[in-house]
Nanobody, 116 residues
Framework: QVQLAESGGGLVQAGGSLRLSCAASGSIFSFNDMGWYRQAPGKQRELVAVITSGGSTNYAGSVKERFTISRDNAKNTVYLQMNSLKPEDTAVYYC??????????WGQGTQVTVSS
């Protein structure tokens, strides 16, 4: 059974930084693409960043140059380094794991709140 456990969320002032972690278990982690999504109140869930099994990355335009996604296959963990945080980054952040067969798994989410 695939399980994803996010951590690292919290309250931070605008301009600050946070690092999210997502530990995966029950899957062949190195074969799978990993991503971070977020959902703000009253809004749809949106893609923040993805990193493929090969290490290629892609970012939403709103976070490019501020956020960095990375992965450690030895630890079955994906990270999201968030710098220069803005109030509009406030959301619940979800970890996603996508298998080569396009099956999706989700974590329970971690709250990020950026105060102005």
């Amino acid at each position: 059974q695939v399980q994803l456990a996010e951590s690292g969320g919290g309250l931070v002032q605008a301009g600050g930084s946070l690092r999210l972690s997502c530990a995966a278990s029950g899957s062949i982690f190195s074969f799978n693409d990993m991503g971070w999504y977020r959902q703000a109140p009253g809004k749809q869930r949106e893609l923040v960043a993805v990193i493929t099994s090969g290490g290629s990355t892609n970012y939403a335009g709103s976070v490019k140059e501020r956020f960095t996604i990375s992965r450690d296959n030895a630890k079955n963990t994906v990270y999201l380094q968030m710098n220069s945080l803005k109030p509009e980054d406030t959301a619940v952040y979800y970890c996603n794991e996508k298998t080569p067969g396009f099956r999706d798994y989700w974590g329970q989410g971690t709250q990020v709140t950026v105060s102005s």
